[in-house]
């Protein structure tokens, strides 16, 4: 049951780009929408059942989610910009680097990284420029979207970092359902100061909107939050990992996206690369859990 919860998990969050780009509508409409209807189906039950939670909430634990719920906004600006102007397969590469910006936060906010750390950063780093080479050499576009999808594998850091601070006191349906109203609320807000269409978009794609946000922010997200509880946290992020070839198959059947070889190479840079990361940090994950549990 948990691989095959596993491979509808990475199957959900792969397919994320490839709906996305063949999405005909705004990326701050998808992004508003894909917010809003998670925000509904997680917020349900809590008006429903936590209500409570919701009255008890403290002053640290809004600024986290509001702190959040900003990040998460404007994350999905970035990456879902980036998928109809770069290649998906490129796009999901950049984000999933999310990883790697934890990794430098922490080293900026004083917690020296292990030297294997900085080398899986390097091959990472040494994927981002190959890809952003091939992509000049393609189109203006093509750069500009790579440059938004490093961008958005940043803010998903700040969103990563500043979830796990609410986290510590609140519960995931409570979290969840508070963060994706607010980044909804946001997103209204861009949408209606650079003039996007909130509503009269064509109907197919409000079939793409609901599809990922059912496969990959329902389905894929739930299923690696379920999982956390049963696997390590270690196996999971290497599970996610696998979001950047699975997103590149897809868009390649579905969407018949064609890369340039070299592209491929940068590819296999950075998923080797946050390979090398995830591995370290879980080790060193499991490493302080123990020393707490001794303490």
């Excluded at 091939?134 to 594998?153: K, N, P, T, Y």
């Excluded at 510590?168 to 100061?193: E, N, R």
């Amino acid at each position: 049951m948990i691989l095959f919860l596993a491979v509808v998990g990475i199957l959900g969050v792969s397919a994320s780009g490839p709906i996305m780009a063949a999405t005909a509508a705004p990326a701050l409409t998808i992004a508003l929408w894909r917010n809003a209807f998670g925000a509904v189906a997680m917020g349900l039950p809590v008006l429903v059942t936590g209500r409570a939670g919701i009255a008890g909430l403290t002053r640290a634990e809004l600024k986290w989610s509001v702190i959040a719920a900003t990040a998460l906004a404007l994350h999905f600006a970035c990456f879902i910009t980036a998928v109809k102007l770069t290649s998906v397969a490129a796009a999901t590469a950049m984000v999933c680097l999310q990883a790697a910006w934890i990794a430098l936060l922490q080293w900026v906010r004083g917690r020296r990284p292990h030297r294997s750390i900085v080398l899986g950063l390097g091959i990472a780093l040494g994927g981002v420029v190959v890809i952003t080479g091939f992509d000049f050499g393609v189109s203006r576009d093509a750069l500009i979207g790579d440059v938004l999808a490093l961008a958005g594998g940043a803010l998903a850091a700040v969103y990563t970092l500043a979830g796990a601070r609410a986290r510590k006191s609140m519960t995931t349906t409570l979290y969840t359902s508070i963060c994706y109203s607010i980044c909804s609320i946001i997103l209204l807000a861009m949408c209606l100061v650079f003039g996007q269409p909130l509503i009269n978009i064509p109907a197919i794609a409000w079939l793409g909107i609901i599809g990922v946000t059912v496969v990959a922010q329902i389905l894929g997200h739930t299923i690696f939050n379920h999982l956390l509880a049963t696997i390590s946290p270690l196996v999971v992020s290497m599970m996610i990992l696998l979001e950047i070839p699975g997103a590149a198959l897809l868009a390649a059947v579905f969407l018949g996206e064609q890369l340039p070889s070299g592209t491929y190479l940068g590819l296999t840079l950075i998923l080797a690369g946050l390979a090398v990361v995830v591995l370290r940090q879980g080790r060193s994950g499991l490493k302080r859990q123990a020393e707490d549990a001794g303490s």
